[in-house]
């Protein structure tokens, strides 16, 4: 599911929840580092449970966005599926 800016924006304000996930990634060169794939598997799990929830991959608790390479997402999006 593609989610606008905007929707991400106003999910962020509103903060973590059950539904709502923020996981920053740790890279080494261009391999996420951390959180390891096994780690994440029950944040997913918990998500999946529940209608309509995401993890936001590339994003603090806190708000703030880790920037990321073209080469780095991709990498991490073979990884996440």
């Given at each position: 599911?593609?989610?606008?800016?905007q929707r991400v924006e106003d999910e962020h304000k509103?903060?973590?929840?059950?539904l709502w996930e923020c996981k920053q990634i740790e890279f080494r060169g261009?391999?996420?580092?951390?959180p390891r794939h096994d780690n994440l598997s029950d944040e997913i799990a918990r998500l999946?449970?529940?209608s309509d929830g995401f993890i936001v991959c590339g994003?603090?608790?806190?708000?703030?966005a880790q920037g990321?390479?073209?080469k780095q997402m991709d990498v991490l999006e073979r990884v996440m599926y």
């Open positions: 599911m593609v989610l606008s800016n509103l903060g973590e929840d059950r261009n391999r996420p580092n951390s999946a449970t529940a994003a603090t608790a806190s708000g703030e990321m390479s073209r």
